[in-house]
């Protein structure tokens, strides 16, 4: 009798085990490295967004640390990853960032206006242009060398628009109007000289030294596309409201972190879980990153070292840390969370290391952190969990004086209450996705009836 060699051990189990996708791994098994890069729901795409951690991972810790209907927080939410992938898994979305930029972008993501009450809004605004008179346009050398002239009224005609009101104050459709501006502001050509973006051809994740671009659009010959902005942003819209909107609609902050986390937005004992990740170490000067989206935001000369919204912005983002004062500030957001977090609640703080030049290892700054704060806070460290990626070209990172080296690693601190007794019982993560509801073709044919909708130009 033969033996049959060629059977797969796969087949003893009912779904076979995952494996890493992308290279990377954690010290707790691969987790959100065994899921595809472009996992999550479409408005997720919304800006590009130096410093962001992919939605896959805001949905592991979602998931295996709260239920439908609990409260979720991110004290620093950034471009609004946590609170909208709180907000479609039938979480309370609770979002809060200092950034002007960062506030706004999870201000859309996390209370977004229905598909038509947006597009009603570009309309809008659209006729309103075509009915203005265009005078000359007061507007910096900086900005003019990224657009082109009919490009750059437009854009002037939708900044006045939303600085005419407090950012605070605006409508839904405000904030998700400027959001989905801010992700279109610069970006890459395609091959065929076409573009989703209105600027020359740069990077969309950041925003180069103006200086820098300068020098590059001349060696480069760079040309501007005359872009209508109105049209890019229907489709801009398309693409973010591919996914069906489940979830009630959450609240975002404009505040310190401290501030929120020990005030009165946010009562003692609250929160079931927080997923954030902090400023890293002098590692992202947020400002200067974006000095052309908070140009659309009304904060001039953001990307010159003396500019003045630059200076503004420093003083208030916490971007320019040594140790000792990222332990400080580390230590008042841990008893601010220590204060907001209910007794069983969760708090995951995703951190990544910072590398001394000429070492080899790099700095377990989360650990080290914690180590120095611990013994401040009523708090008990449950795991850490050490996320490895794959070796990619990153940004510097500063240590002290010197310039310093990405890292391939993030760390995330997962805390409760010293006397908390969290459910750790959930390790079966479901990565289905929900709200998948129209196909890749669902866009193209919104953005082709919101054209047909629109009068023609007269």
């Known amino acids: 009798m033969s033996v049959m060699t060629d059977w797969s051990e796969d087949a003893y189990f009912d779904t076979p085990e995952r494996g890493t996708l992308d290279g990377g791994t954690t010290s707790s098994g691969d987790l959100w490295h065994s899921v595809s890069s472009r996992w999550g729901h479409s408005m997720h795409t919304m800006c590009s967004y130096h410093g962001m951690f992919p939605a896959k991972v805001a949905h592991q810790f979602i998931q295996q640390y709260s239920r439908a209907g609990e409260v979720v927080l991110d004290p620093f939410s ?198 954030t990740s902090p400023p890293y170490l002098q590692v992202v000067n947020y400002a200067q990153s974006n000095w052309i989206r908070l140009w659309l935001l009304g904060i001039d000369e953001v990307g010159r070292e003396q500019g003045a919204g630059r200076k503004k912005l420093n003083a208030v983002l916490d971007h320019r840390h040594t140790f000792s004062s990222y332990c400080d500030f580390m230590l008042r957001t841990a008893l601010g969370i220590q204060r907001a977090l209910k007794k069983d609640g969760i708090a995951v703080l995703v951190i990544g290391d910072v590398k001394d030049p000429g070492k080899e290892d790099a700095l377990p700054l989360a650990n080290q952190m914690w180590d120095e704060i611990k013994g401040r806070t009523s708090m008990r460290l449950l795991e850490t969990i050490k996320d490895d990626l794959p070796a990619t070209s990153k940004v510097s990172r500063i240590w002290g004086e010197t310039k310093g080296q990405a890292t391939n690693r993030d760390c995330a601190l997962v805390l409760t209450h010293e006397d908390g007794d969290p459910d750790l019982s959930r390790t079966d993560i479901d990565w289905d996705e929900p709200w998948k509801d129209g196909g890749p073709d669902a866009a193209h044919e919104r953005v082709r009836s919101a054209r047909d909708a629109v009068e023609p130009a007269s």
């Open 78 to 275: 950034g471009r609004g990853t946590t609170p909208l992938q709180a907000r479609v898994e039938g979480r309370k979305a609770v979002a809060n960032d200092l950034s002007p930029l960062a506030y706004v972008l999870s201000r859309a993501k996390t209370a977004p206006p229905t598909w038509e009450e947006a597009n009603a809004f570009v309309d809008e605004l659209e006729k309103a242009f075509k009915a203005s008179k265009q005078g000359e346009l007061d507007v910096s050398p900086d900005i003019r060398m990224l657009y082109h002239d009919n490009t750059l009224a437009q854009l002037c005609f939708i900044r006045n628009r939303l600085l005419s009101k407090k950012i605070t104050t605006w409508s839904r459709a405000e904030f998700m109007l400027a959001g989905s501006l801010a992700g279109i502001m610069h970006g890459g050509w395609r091959r065929d000289g076409t573009s989703q973006y209105l600027s020359i051809s740069m990077p969309n994740t950041f925003s180069m030294s103006p200086t820098y671009v300068e020098k590059f659009i001349r060696e480069k010959e760079l040309k501007k596309l005359d872009q209508d902005v109105f049209e890019r942003l229907r489709d801009k819209l398309a693409r973010l409201y591919l996914d069906e909107n489940l979830g009630q609609a959450g609240v975002a902050h404009h505040l310190d972190a401290a501030t929120l986390l020990t005030g009165k937005e946010l009562a003692p004992g609250s929160v079931d879980l927080v997923v």
